[in-house]
Structures are given as C-alpha cells and as structure tokens.
C-alpha cells in the first residue's frame, strides 16, 4: 500500500505528465536503496537540470520511502536563509498531512509528537545548525533502532571537503559525517544539477554516487540547448566585453548593452501586463563584488531617473528598437501603440511600478519575486536553487579567466518552465557566450553516457579554460585525467590478444581509415598489457564512449592508422615514426588511434611472438577526467 506517495500525487495532478514522472522516479530509486545496508556510507544521486522540478521528485522519493517504512528524514539545503525557508514551506505545503515537518527551531515539536508519522527536519547546511540537530538527536534516542534518511539538495555546495589536499576535514563535511554515523543504515541521496564534483570524489571519501537516476525536464522546459546551442539562437545579445568597466567608470553613462537590456525588460514587462499577467524579472549578473552589484544597481536607478526627464521622442525610439527586435521571436507580441503606452505607464514617476532590488550576503533576505516588475543585482546569491518566475530578461557580464562549470551552471536562472520564449532575451559578451556553450555541450556529453554506460565509465569533457568544479573539493591523486591532442602508449604491452586483433584488421591493409569511433572501441578493448598501470584500456574506453555521446560535430568518427612488420626495441620510449606523428596531428577534432604491430623480436628486447602496440590521441582542446578509484 503506497498511500503517502498516492496522497502527494493527488497534488501534482494540475501538472500535466508530472505525477507520472515522479511516479517514474521514485520507482527507479527506492530498489536501488535496498542493497545500501551492506554497504558503509553509501550514497546516491538523483539528478535533473537546474530549475527543471528537481524538489517535486525529492518529494515523490521521500514518500514512497516513507511507506517503505523510513522513518526520519532529514532535508538538506544550502545555506543560505531565503532557499532553506523556501524549501520549508514547500515542504509543508505537500507534505504535511502525512508526515511531521520541522524547521531549525522545531526541536520541540518533534520531542511531542515523536514518530507517529515519519518525520522531515529541513535545515541549511551552517554548522552550528548541523551541530544542534545532531546533538539532539544523538542525546534524545529518537534515531535508536531507526535508519536516518538523509537527502542533501545543491549536494556538490557545501557538503564536500574542502580541504581533502591538506589531509583534515572541513567543518560541514565533518557535521554531515557525524549525522551520517547516528544510524548504522544511514541513507544518503545527493540531489542536484551539477554533478561535476561528485563524479570526482573517491570511493572512500562517502560522497562519490553508487548509483544515479537522471530524470528528464518536463514538456515546456527552457533549458541549455534553447539558450547556447549553436547557431547562436536569436534570444542571445551580444555586448562589449567591457561593459563592466564602463558600468563602474563613475561619470559614464549607462553603456549600450544595460541600456538595451533594460529597454527588453521594459517592453517585456508591458507585453506580459497588457495579457493579464503582474510579474516580469530581469536578473542583472555583473560581478562576485558586492561592490560591483551596487554601482551597477546605482546606475540602472540613474538611468530610470533620466528617462523620467528625457523627450518623449526618444523613449519611443528606445522602446520601437526593443520592440522590433522581440518581435522577431514573437509574432503576436501586443501591438508597438499599446505597448509604448504600458511602458510609460510602468515608468510614471508618480507611481512607478519598476523596483530595483540588490540581491547579495549583506541584503539576501527572503524576498519573493512572484509578482511585480522587478530588476534583481546580485552574484553569487543568484544562483543555487533560488526561483524566479517570469524572468524573461538577463544581463549578465561577470567574468573569469578560468569558469568553473559547476558553479557558472548554476547562474542559469533563466531557466525553466513559466518563461514566454519569445520574450527571453539574453544579453552577455561573446566570451562568456562561448564558454556557456562548451559547458552545454559538456552537460550533454554527461547526461548521455549516465544514460548509457556504467556509472564508473563515465567521464567529464572540458576545455582547458573551464574547470569542471572548484579543485579545493577534488583529492588532486585520485583523478585520472587525460588530455586531448597528447600522444599515449603503454610501455608494457603484451602478446596475448594479438590474434584476436589480426582478426578485426584483417580487412584493412596498412594506411589511414576514417572509421566509426565503436570501432575504435572494439580495436582498444582488445588491447592487452602487462601491466595497465601507464595506459589502460578501460580508461581510454571511457574517454572514446564520452567523446562518441558528445554533441561535437563529427564526433562518431575517428583515425584509425594500421602499420605492420615494425621492428622497435623494447623500452626505445618512443613508438610513433615521424610521418605518423604529423598524420595523427593533423587530426586535430577526432581521436587517432595508431597501432603498429611489432614483430616481437628476441633481439629486440621481447619475447619473440608479434604484439600489437597501440597509440592514442584524444581530440585537441579537450581534458577528459574522472576519478581514479
């Protein structure tokens, strides 16, 4: 009987297709947690895309483990206030009938009503909350005899260790360790968007995943592929590489790209209001500074002032140029008159509808953004779980020399499901164009091998300018990294599968092949070493089947360059002839894979029977990593 879960589907039915889906999930999740008993600290991880409904299946989990038995549960959020009260109230909102709900100060609401029903603590990942919680719950007896269910949302942000390189334990992963410990049976399911840091923790550091259950956005989605796909799509505006520096230049004017981004928002927020509808948010990312985000908010409010003073000729001029350019995407916007007419009306002086709101640590609050014209400045507070609905505009120019995926992923708050696509309208330096891009086409590279290959096969695919995550969380020896355009060969082959191999090339003679990268898969499986300490099959398996489920064009195909009767002694330290090494780099965006079969000579240093002897080049421009263990 699965009358928990059934009453928090009976909620989800005004949704279209998302009981079923929950369904879905929670049907693939709770088998995988049975075998969890006889393994110490296991973890798992269910994965969704960034604002895609991930908190709507955590549910679904939670109440079908609840009538799987599960008793307490403990709902982890990031530690920022306004996210761990919204989770709360979303919480209590669908859960509450069926299950005890308590907050960071509900102690003692728990110590009255014990477990009658299964219980759901929701607290912020902050120390001394997580040393409250487990305090109390390690001297009340409440976890005695009783498996602890802990599901950690935004997993990769906090819970990790920070200091893993210098051999200690940082504060919150030594907390969450100590509320693991409580229970022998302690379940622990990751949650998040960005698993880049998970994929590359140890086996013994308890956070890398057992398993993950990838659960696809629902009809309506505005994710990665609308926004950085290419060709570039006509929601993308391009601005000045340096508009920051002229955002902080203190007697210029508003530079051309905020200036148009505001004017989209402006004719954004007058479409959506002459149809009903009272909210419209454009997201202003200029920089981590705090300092940054306030002459930036500074500069959006003067330039409100001034058009409160400016010709009327030339706001219309301002609002026609952004108009028609929405108008490209969106046939039916509402028709130039009417909307020039709302947006002076939004811009009245006497009762002016436009707020300005900065969003950062020192004013992060619990604000709510579901109703009115708002312009939200911030950086790192804007990403993270946050919502904000109807947010059809974003400014963003913050920059780095070397992004981190994971955290850069996150700033995506456009996405989602309640955005009018033809109003969306992106306004950010090629730059950071390009580097969303590659981390879109790496999101997808991830998403297809999670879905297709085993989950120790998988590996993460960037570009040298981007990092996957932050490396203080990564134990720097335990992750196998491959780069792509280098030359790999084993220094120990062997003779073992050389018939095997004489049987997949018997068709080809020597020369050079454009092949099917399976084929190089097949050809690399077969590779046999005595030892795979310095080139191992496995892990240039994994590298060709995460290239092959990457959405680089071309990347189905492959070099394959066959060579026979080759006398090279043993341990020469080089295998490639010079022709061969200018064919194979000339190969810049495909693997070569090169394999010359040496005939093995005694006087050669070998043990007289033929070998094939293989060499690798993964594509140019590409790391391809994973966690060695």
Same mark, same amino acid.
Request: aromatic share 10%; hydrophobic share 35%.
């Given at each position: 009987?699965?009358?928990?879960?059934?009453?928090?589907?009976?909620?989800?039915?005004?949704?279209?297709?998302?009981?079923?889906?929950?369904?879905?999930?929670?049907?693939?999740?709770?088998?995988?947690?049975?075998?969890?008993?006889?393994?110490?600290?296991?973890?798992?991880?269910?994965?969704? &895309?960034?604002?895609?409904?991930? #908190?709507?299946?955590?549910?679904?989990?939670?109440?079908?483990?609840?009538?799987?038995?599960?008793?307490?549960?403990?709902?982890?959020?990031?530690?920022?206030?306004?996210?761990?009260?919204? #989770?709360?109230?979303?919480?209590?909102?669908?859960? %509450?009938? %069926?299950? +005890?709900?308590?907050?960071?100060?509900?102690?003692?609401?728990?110590?009255?009503?014990?477990?009658?029903?299964?219980?759901?603590?929701?607290?912020?990942? /902050?120390?001394?909350?997580?040393?409250?919680?487990?305090?109390?719950?390690?001297?009340?007896?409440?976890?005695?005899?009783?498996?602890?269910?802990?599901? %950690?949302?935004?997993?990769?942000?906090?819970?990790?260790?920070?200091?893993?390189?210098?051999?200690?334990?940082?504060?919150?992963?030594?907390?969450? @360790?100590?509320?693991?410990?409580?229970?022998?049976?302690?379940?622990?399911?990751?949650?998040?968007?960005?698993?880049?840091?998970?994929?590359?923790?140890?086996?013994?550091?308890?956070?890398?995943?057992?398993?993950?259950?990838?659960?696809?956005?629902?009809?309506?989605?505005?994710?990665?592929?609308?926004?950085?796909?290419?060709?570039?799509?006509?929601?993308?505006?391009?601005?000045?590489?340096?508009?920051?520096?002229?955002?902080?230049?203190?007697?210029?004017?508003?530079?051309?790209?905020?200036?148009?981004?505001?004017?989209?928002?402006? *004719?954004?927020?007058?479409?959506?209001?002459? #149809?009903?509808?009272?909210?419209?948010?454009?997201?202003?990312?200029?920089? *981590?500074?705090?300092?940054?985000?306030?002459?930036?908010?500074?500069?959006?409010?003067?330039?409100? &002032?001034?058009?409160?003073?400016?010709?009327?000729?030339?706001? $219309? %001029?301002?609002?026609?140029?952004?108009?028609?350019?929405?108008?490209?995407?969106?046939?039916?916007?509402?028709?130039?008159?009417?909307?020039?007419?709302?947006?002076?009306?939004?811009?009245?002086?006497?009762?002016?509808?436009?707020?300005?709101?900065?969003?950062?640590?020192?004013?992060?609050?619990?604000?709510?953004?579901?109703?009115?014209? @708002?312009?939200?400045?911030?950086?790192?507070?804007?990403?993270?779980?946050?919502?904000?609905?109807?947010?059809?505009?974003?400014?963003?120019? $913050?920059?780095?020399?070397?992004?981190?995926?994971?955290?850069?992923?996150?700033?995506?708050?456009?996405?989602?499901?309640? $955005?009018?696509?033809?109003?969306?309208?992106?306004?950010?330096?090629?730059?950071?164009?390009?580097?969303?891009?590659?981390?879109?086409?790496? @999101?997808?590279?991830?998403?297809?091998?999670?879905?297709?290959?085993?989950?120790?096969?998988?590996?993460?695919?960037?570009?040298?300018?981007?990092?996957?995550?932050?490396?203080?969380?990564?134990?720097?020896?335990?992750?196998?990294?491959?780069?792509?355009?280098? /030359?790999?060969?084993?220094?120990?082959?062997?003779?073992?599968? +050389?018939?095997?191999?004489?049987?997949?090339?018997?068709?080809?003679?020597?020369?050079?092949?454009?092949?099917?990268?399976?084929?190089?898969?097949?050809?690399?499986?077969?590779?046999?070493?005595?030892?795979?300490?310095?080139?191992?099959?496995?892990?240039?398996?994994?590298?060709?089947?995460?290239?092959?489920?990457?959405?680089?064009?071309?990347?189905?195909?492959?070099?394959?360059?066959?060579? $026979?009767?080759?006398?090279?002694?043993?341990?020469?330290?080089?295998?490639?002839?010079?022709?061969?090494?200018?064919?194979?780099?000339?190969? #810049?965006?495909?693997?070569?894979?090169?394999?010359?079969?040496?005939?093995?000579?005694?006087?050669?240093?070998?043990?007289?029977?033929?070998?094939?002897?293989?060499?690798?080049?993964?594509?140019?421009?590409?790391?391809?990593?994973?966690?060695? /263990?």
């Amino acid at each position: 009987m699965c009358a928990i879960l059934t009453d928090y589907l009976s909620k989800l039915s005004n949704i279209p297709g998302l009981a079923q889906s929950v369904q879905s999930t929670a049907d693939a999740v709770i088998p995988q947690l049975q075998g969890f008993s006889q393994i110490p600290r296991p973890a798992g991880l269910l994965l969704g &895309n960034v604002q895609s409904g991930k #908190t709507s299946h955590v549910f679904g989990v939670i109440a079908a483990a609840a009538d799987a038995g599960y008793k307490i549960f403990i709902l982890l959020t990031s530690g920022i206030t306004a996210l761990q009260q919204q #989770t709360l109230t979303r919480t209590l909102k669908y859960l %509450d009938n %069926d299950f +005890t709900v308590c907050g960071e100060s509900d102690s003692m609401k728990l110590q009255m009503y014990g477990l009658r029903k299964p219980v759901i603590i929701v607290l912020k990942k /902050n120390a001394s909350v997580l040393r409250k919680w487990k305090n109390y719950l390690q001297t009340s007896g409440i976890c005695q005899g009783q498996p602890i269910f802990i599901i %950690d949302d935004e997993a990769d942000a906090a819970s990790l260790n920070t200091m893993v390189n210098r051999r200690e334990e940082s504060t919150i992963f030594k907390s969450l @360790n100590e509320i693991r410990a409580l229970s022998a049976n302690a379940i622990y399911l990751q949650l998040t968007a960005t698993p880049q840091s998970l994929f590359l923790q140890t086996q013994e550091s308890g956070y890398k995943p057992l398993f993950v259950h990838y659960f696809a956005p629902g009809t309506g989605y505005l994710g990665g592929d609308f926004f950085y796909s290419e060709p570039t799509p006509l929601c993308i505006k391009p601005v000045d590489e340096d508009e920051l520096t002229a955002i902080k230049e203190a007697d210029s004017q508003i530079p051309d790209g905020l200036r148009q981004a505001f004017m989209a928002f402006l *004719v954004s927020a007058s479409d959506l209001a002459l #149809t009903g509808k009272n909210v419209c948010n454009f997201m202003i990312h200029p920089s *981590v500074r705090m300092q940054d985000q306030e002459t930036t908010a500074n500069k959006i409010a003067e330039f409100l &002032n001034l058009l409160l003073k400016a010709e009327e000729q030339e706001i $219309r %001029d301002g609002i026609r140029a952004a108009w028609e350019d929405l108008h490209t995407t969106k046939s039916d916007i509402q028709p130039f008159e009417n909307i020039c007419c709302k947006a002076f009306e939004l811009l009245d002086e006497n009762n002016p509808q436009i707020n300005i709101y900065v969003m950062n640590s020192r004013n992060a609050g619990t604000r709510s953004f579901d109703e009115g014209f @708002n312009i939200v400045v911030g950086g790192n507070c804007l990403g993270r779980g946050i919502t904000f609905p109807a947010l059809q505009t974003i400014y963003y120019c $913050r920059k780095t020399k070397m992004p981190q995926a994971d955290t850069y992923w996150q700033h995506c708050r456009m996405f989602g499901y309640d $955005r009018d696509r033809g109003l969306m309208r992106i306004f950010i330096p090629p730059s950071m164009l390009k580097a969303f891009t590659e981390m879109n086409m790496a @999101n997808t590279a991830l998403l297809k091998q999670i879905q297709q290959l085993p989950i120790d096969q998988i590996r993460l695919i960037y570009p040298p300018s981007i990092s996957p995550t932050r490396r203080c969380v990564i134990d720097k020896d335990e992750v196998d990294m491959i780069a792509g355009g280098v /030359n790999y060969f084993p220094f120990y082959p062997s003779a073992t599968n +050389t018939q095997k191999l004489d049987e997949l090339l018997s068709e080809y003679a020597d020369g050079e092949y454009e092949v099917d990268v399976d084929f190089l898969i097949q050809l690399v499986k077969q590779v046999s070493l005595a030892s795979d300490e310095d080139w191992s099959p496995k892990s240039f398996e994994s590298c060709l089947e995460a290239w092959k489920a990457s959405k680089t064009p071309g990347c189905t195909l492959g070099k394959l360059i066959i060579r $026979r009767d080759r006398n090279i002694s043993k341990g020469t330290g080089t295998l490639l002839s010079p022709d061969d090494r200018r064919i194979g780099e000339s190969e #810049t965006g495909k693997p070569v894979l090169t394999l010359y079969r040496l005939n093995g000579r005694i006087e050669q240093k070998w043990d007289g029977q033929p070998l094939w002897v293989p060499n690798i080049k993964m594509p140019e421009g590409k790391f391809f990593l994973k966690s060695s /263990n």
